[in-house]
């Protein structure tokens, strides 16, 4: 069984520029969703997807998009990157249903400049 | 506006001793409460939940205790081991809907010293 894995692991972007992270879901899971993850904060929801659908979207802006593909992987993508977008962004897999528990990988370390 | 809160962004324990991790929430739509560690470099690992129909859960040396009245979840760790060292982070989600999410709290970092 493959846990989440993520790519890239680090990444360094220019303001204005377009971002696109990619993300794996575990073996089995139906369900992705993104975090983002602050310098000192916790994660902060960013939206999720079931059966390629976006399915529940937390308090970000349209330049925040994502995509899941028929093998339950994920892009997440950000446009006109800002300077606040420097942050920890967490992918997490699931199976849909009750209390589901996520599994994270280990993240894309994105730095805009 | 911090629905789930975690006031003490750092706790030191000696090894063997007992660690206590405190959340308090605002949301009264919660009803289920989960506590995950990350490692440096690592993705948060789930460690335990709790239900809000239940008032503590125990999964070996992790038991975490729920107080509706209060919005209160604590998480203890017995005894604990410098393996134990990492950023704990408290999660709550609501009632069961389309797309539903988890609110962490900031974080607490524990330290077990040897």
């Known amino acids: 069984e493959t846990g989440v894995t993520q790519s890239p692991t680090h990444l360094i972007k220019t303001r204005g520029q377009q971002v696109t992270l990619r993300c794996s879901s575990q073996?089995?899971?139906?369900?992705v969703s993104w975090y983002q993850q602050a310098l000192g904060q916790g994660p902060q929801f960013i939206f999720q997807?079931?059966?390629?659908?976006?399915?529940g979207r937390g308090n970000f802006p349209p330049r925040f998009s994502g995509l899941q593909f028929p093998n339950y992987s994920s892009e997440l993508n950000v446009n006109a990157l800002e300077l606040d977008d420097s942050a920890l962004y967490l992918c997490a897999s699931s199976l849909q249903g009750p209390n589901e528990k996520l599994f994270f990988g280990s993240g894309t370390q994105l730095s805009v400049l | 506006d911090q629905q789930v809160k975690q006031n003490s962004p750092s706790l030191s324990v000696q090894e063997g001793r007992i660690s206590i991790l405190n959340c308090d929430y605002t949301?009264?739509?919660?009803?289920?409460f989960l506590w995950y560690k990350k490692y440096p470099a690592e993705g948060p690992t789930f460690l335990i939940s709790?239900?809000?129909?239940?008032d503590k859960n125990e999964d070996g040396r992790f038991t975490v205790f729920l107080n509706k009245s209060a919005k209160h979840l604590s998480l203890h760790i017995v005894p604990s081991q410098p393996g134990d060292s990492a950023v704990y982070f408290c999660a709550a989600e609501g009632s069961k809907s389309s797309g539903d999410k988890l609110t962490f709290g900031t974080g607490t970092r524990l330290a077990v010293r040897p």
């Open positions: 709790i239900s809000s129909i239940k």
């Open positions: 949301n009264s739509m919660f009803d289920y």
């Open positions: 997807y079931y059966r390629e659908e976006e399915n």
């Open positions: 073996s089995g899971h139906n369900t």
